[in-house]
């Protein structure tokens, strides 16, 4: 059974509610003046880290705008030791994203494999013509300076693949090493006998 | 001094308080209204908090083009915001700030009924502005301005009427100097009383009716344009100041406080006022508008009855002191 109030509670109720938040911290962000703190991965502008980029094609063909525009050209790398092979290497010509046609779904950053692509907080870039918005890879590039470092990880959270991979193999480099040092050493235990006999 | 100079510079004052206050107050609730719902308010006008916007908002509104509909009563039309605006100018003149002939801009002998009177005209503006707009919003608004009027003004009269016998006098000057400490607990229903039906009167929320926006788009205001809407809620404002001016001289003692008797009566007088402006502040900003009818049912069933105590009770004391 409901407390019988004390009529004009529910007014005086009221009264209070408008008085403490009046003693609060407003919540109006003051933009123009005061920029938004946006957290890393904001979905903002795309940046664009070239050297990662191996012209795979697969952030153009999974997007579902089509709004990624790709043109490279292959150039031969001349053999890395004598008598080797000659390698080819895809050289990226031009790399444009059409904002007016990118829904921000963060599709091409997710399937990036080699981490060239990223999303930037950055949201200031309204032009007045919608041709204006497609915007090439000196400006994805430009972007790519305002990606914030990744927020860390949780405690207990599982070890990030890429530091995974590169622990196994430091690992094994190491026990290789190891190998090798331990091969010598009996190597030269056996060898003074070899050079005494 | 000479008596001529004297009258124009009490004028003076009174006009300069009379186009300043206003201000002030729409400006505080610019500001008060924001924080209560969290928000800033106006930032930009005049650079410190947006101090000037209201001198912003004047500005635009002087620079409109002032419409009168083709079917309106031109003249009338024309005429409503003074009519809406006079009176509380009127009002302002007598009421007073501190204590001698010095602090008060006229003292009339038959102050409280010189004010009634004269705050009731000020309806009369909405009133004709709502019949003149040839507009049936308008006029909903008109008439409903017109029986808030009828239903609020007797519960004001009554509590009024309540303080006039406390004092012996219906002179504003004469019941501050009457005015005892514990008139504040004796009197206490007749102010609420007083204040709640000054607000039904000046239309403030939650008595808002005639002007419901969501209702009838804006009652009697809504075919006004420029500067004669300005002028419009430049009578709200300055109708803040004269009810919450008239409340703290009839109920709250005016110039008497705890200290500062000599010389800074009007202090407390301004302080009294300002408080009670941004009483009526917040009761806008916290409470949703009643429908016409509670609005009508709150007077006659609750506001009424309260007054009539509030005389029996007047009555009564009165009796047993004297």
């Known amino acids: ?94 790399f444009a994203i059409d904002f007016s046609l990118c829904m921000y779904c963060g599709i091409c950053i997710e399937v990036c494999p080699f981490d060239a692509l990223f999303w930037s907080p950055e949201f200031e870039y309204a032009e007045t013509d919608i041709r204006d918005l497609t915007h090439e890879r000196d400006k994805l590039r430009e972007w ?12 207990g959270a599982e070890e990030p693949k890429e530091i995974a991979a590169a622990r196994k193999t430091a690992d094994k480099l190491a026990a290789a090493q190891a190998e090798a040092t331990e091969a010598t050493a009996q190597a030269e235990a056996a060898s003074p006998q070899e050079g005494e006999s | 001094m000479n008596d001529a100079l004297d009258v124009a510079l009490r004028l003076l004052v009174v006009f300069v308080v009379f186009l300043t206050f206003p201000l002030v107050v729409g400006q505080t609730e610019h500001k008060v209204m924001a924080h209560m719902q969290g928000r800033l308010g106006p930032m930009y006008a005049g650079g410190f908090h947006g101090w000037a916007q209201l001198v912003a908002d ?23 915001p003074a009519v809406a605006l006079l009176p509380y100018l009127l009002v302002l003149l007598v009421i007073p700030v501190g204590p001698g002939e010095g602090a008060v801009g006229q003292s009339v002998d038959a102050g409280i009924f010189f004010v009634l009177a004269v705050m009731g005209i000020g309806v009369l503006g909405s009133l004709m502005a709502g019949w003149a707009s040839a507009n049936k919003y308008s006029l909903l608004g008109g008439l409903r301005t017109a029986a808030q009027l009828l239903s609020y003004e007797l519960p ?18 004469g019941i501050l100097d ?34 419901a926006d969501s209702e009838i788009i804006f009652g009697a205001y809504t075919e006004y344009t420029g500067l004669r809407f300005a002028l419009f809620l430049l009578a709200e404002y300055a109708g803040i100041v004269v009810l919450c001016g008239l409340t703290t001289v009839l109920f709250l003692g005016g110039w008497h406080g705890p200290w500062g008797a000599d010389g800074l009566g009007w202090v407390w007088t301004l302080l009294k006022t300002a408080v009670l402006a941004f009483v009526v502040i917040w ?23 309260l007054a009539l105590v509030q005389i029996a009770l007047t009555g009564v004391v009165k009796v047993v002191i004297s």
């Open chain 2, 58 to 80: 004047g500005v635009k509104f002087a620079q409109k083009e002032s419409v009168v509909p083709a079917d309106a009563d031109r003249r009338v039309f024309q005429l409503a």
């Open chain 2, 178 to 211: 009457a005015f005892e400490w514990w008139w504040l607990p004796w009197q206490i229903v007749g102010a609420l009383v007083f204040f709640v039906a000054g607000l039904a009167e000046l239309q403030r929320p939650p008595f808002d009716m005639p002007v």
């Open chain 1, 1 to 94: 059974m409901p407390r019988p109030s004390i009529p004009g509670s529910g007014l005086a109720k009221g009264l209070a509610v408008t008085l403490r938040t009046m003693t609060k911290k407003t919540v109006t962000a003051q933009y123009p003046d005061v920029q938004p703190e946006l957290p890393p991965r904001s979905r903002g502008v795309i940046g664009l880290f070239e050297e990662n980029c191996t012209v795979c094609m697969l952030c153009a063909r999974e997007c579902p705008d089509w709004c990624i525009y790709i043109d490279s050209h292959k150039e031969t790398v001349p053999a890395a030791t004598p008598g080797g092979r000659e390698r080819s290497r895809n050289v990226l010509d031009r």
């Open chain 1, 144 to 155: 790519m300076w305002t990606v914030p470092a990744p927020p860390a990880l949780d405690p």
């Open chain 2, 283 to 305: 009761l806008r900003v916290t409470y949703p508008r009643l429908r016409e009818d509670q609005l009508q049912k709150l007077s006659w069933t609750v506001l009424v009855p």
């Open chain 2, 156 to 173: 004001m009269l009554l509590t009024a009427a309540s303080v006039a016998m406390a004092a012996g006098t219906v002179s504003l000057t």
